[in-house]
């Protein structure tokens, strides 16, 4: 009984959650990153400022928090372990941009336009960039206690994830008329070659 009581507030918390950052993301656009407070989206929400906060710590993080490191992790740990680095990591990014953009692509266009245009979310977003490094060197399998193996890793995650920030700038540049995953792909290819993710 306590499992399912958990499990039906974990679902409550991440409807919260959603709620409340498509409420920030939507202000965001109509008004400005900067002319929006967390006030106004608390509002919007029909939640106290304290709810988001308790969601959302900084006003950066109603644009940035994301599931994407544990979703492209688990991709990669469901790779064959001999495959090159960078086919196992680029598959993961391809798939798991698959599954973003099946979902609600317009909203994923929407916060990445923002983390484009605005000063403090790209600074963020390059945290975000480190913290889904690591989770693709977790998502590998890779020990700490093989420092060559790790800066291996770390090198092939951040390649990667290099080229798939440009086809994300691509996309947001095209409208989200061109389709993400194939873009990823295109420029995976253009940096490792053909084979990356085949």
Same mark, same amino acid.
């Given at each position: 009984?306590?499992?399912?009581?958990? $499990?039906?507030?974990? &679902?409550?918390?991440?409807?919260? %959650?959603?709620?409340? &950052?498509?409420?920030?993301?939507?202000?965001?656009?109509?008004?400005?990153?900067?002319?929006?407070?967390?006030? !106004?989206?608390?509002?919007?929400?029909?939640?106290?400022?304290?709810?988001?906060?308790?969601?959302?710590? $900084?006003?950066?993080?109603?644009?940035?928090?994301? %599931? +994407?490191?544990?979703?492209?992790?688990?991709?990669?740990?469901?790779?064959? @372990?001999? /495959?090159?680095?960078?086919?196992? *990591?680029?598959?993961?990014?391809?798939?798991?941009?698959?599954?973003?953009?099946?979902?609600? !692509?317009?909203?994923?266009? @929407?916060?990445?336009?923002?983390? *484009?245009? $605005?000063?403090?979310?790209?600074?963020?977003?390059? #945290?975000?960039?480190? @913290?889904? /490094?690591?989770?693709?060197?977790?998502?590998?399998? *890779?020990?700490?206690?093989?420092?060559?193996?790790?800066? /291996?890793?770390?090198?092939?995650?951040?390649?990667c994830l290099a080229a798939m920030h440009t086809a994300l700038v691509?996309?947001? +540049? #095209?409208?989200?008329?061109?389709?993400?995953? !194939?873009? *990823?792909?295109? @420029?995976?290819?253009?940096?490792?070659? #053909?084979?990356?993710?085949?």
């Open positions: 009984m306590g499992e399912r009581h958990s $499990t039906l507030r974990e &679902q409550r918390r991440a409807e919260t %959650q959603r709620v409340i &950052q498509a409420h920030a993301v939507r202000l965001f656009v109509e008004r400005g990153y900067d002319g929006t407070t967390v006030n !106004d989206v608390a509002e919007a929400a029909g939640v106290s400022p304290m709810t988001v906060y308790r969601h959302f710590p $900084t006003k950066e993080d109603l644009v940035l928090v994301d %599931q +994407n490191g544990p979703l492209v992790a688990e991709r990669i740990a469901a790779t064959p @372990a001999g /495959q090159p680095l960078p086919r196992r *990591i680029g598959g993961a990014l391809v798939d798991s941009a698959r599954a973003l953009t099946a979902s609600d !692509d317009r909203f994923l266009l @929407a916060r990445l336009r923002l983390m *484009i245009s $605005t000063p403090a979310l790209r600074a963020r977003h390059l #945290d975000n960039h480190y @913290a889904l /490094q690591r989770a693709i060197v977790a998502g590998l399998g *890779i020990e700490a206690t093989d420092p060559d193996a790790a800066f /291996q890793a770390e090198a092939a995650a951040s390649a691509r996309w947001a +540049n #095209d409208d989200g008329r061109t389709d993400l995953p !194939d873009l *990823i792909a295109k @420029a995976l290819a253009a940096t490792f070659g #053909d084979e990356t993710i085949r």
